[in-house]
């Protein structure tokens, strides 16, 4: 066979293949594949750390269901509150001196939250608990004047108004009202002791009046009294009303000119 034969007879036995896609490996390979594995063990790393610190603060800061909320600082502790314009409604602050409140209105109510117990405003201070209780030693000192429509003590203890330095007044438009319904009623003073009515009168009205101390008028008594031990005296009233004793006799023994109206 030459050459040409050759050259021929293999173009008519050569056959054409059909055309196919190219191939291309599916997956990282590389230096990609080793940065996914990277990133992904720093995210769990990153998980294990944030659930940690999570764990912590709770045991630190003791957030349970069951225990208290436990708030600590070194200064001081403050809760704001504000409306949806973001303008500060109400301010608690507690320090270490004080308790500062800041808000329109603060009310304190019972452990129910059904019964108002304290309330305060601009206005005014209210307290409606049933029984309000002053245990310091110097009781409770108000610059102004306490209304109230009944003052009381204690069961089986004493009740007792008084001004150690100055006058203690009681006065009312209607008349003022002083009685002991199981017991007696004293008044004293060390110096004088004043009963004045302007327009009406002074009654007393017991089944005895005693004056105890009343000054002894001097009176010569007659012969026959002299012997006798006075019992009986007469009471006397001098013009400025000033009121005496002198013995008792048969007529009066009353003198103006007794040296007790004339020192009086």
């Not at 199981?182 to 004045?196: C, F, N």
Request: glycine fraction near 8%.
């Amino acid at each position: 066979i030459t050459q040409e034969q050759f050259i021929l007879a293999s173009q008519s036995l050569h056959l054409q293949r059909p055309g196919c896609d190219a191939v291309y490996p599916v997956g990282l390979y590389g230096w990609r594949k080793r940065c996914l594995y990277f990133f992904l063990l720093l995210l769990l790393v990153t998980m294990i750390v944030n659930l940690a610190l999570t764990v912590w603060i709770i045991k630190v800061m003791n957030f349970s269901v069951d225990s208290l909320l436990v708030l600590r600082s070194d200064k001081n502790v403050t809760l704001n509150a504000r409306n949806e314009q973001g303008l500060l409604t109400g301010q608690l602050t507690v320090g270490p001196e004080a308790v500062e409140a800041q808000c329109q209105r603060l009310e304190v109510r019972s452990r129910d939250g059904g019964t108002l117990l304290f309330t305060a405003d601009e206005e005014e201070v209210i307290m409606a608990a049933e029984k309000f209780t002053v245990t310091g030693s110097e009781g409770a000192v108000f610059g102004h004047s306490v209304e109230t429509p009944l003052i009381q003590a204690r069961a089986s203890e004493d009740l007792k108004l008084e001004s150690p330095t100055r006058t203690l007044t009681m006065e009312a438009p209607r008349g003022v009202e002083v009685s002991a319904a199981e017991g007696s009623l004293k008044v004293s003073g060390r110096k004088d002791l004043q009963l004045e009515s302007t327009e009406g009168e002074i009654l007393l009205d017991a089944n005895a009046v005693q004056f105890g101390g009343l000054p002894l008028g001097t009176y010569t008594a007659s012969p026959r009294q002299t012997s006798q031990e006075q019992t009986v005296y007469e009471v006397c009233v001098c013009p400025s009303g000033k009121i005496y004793l002198s013995p008792a006799e048969s007529s009066s023994t009353c003198q103006a000119m007794s040296n007790i109206c004339l020192w009086s």
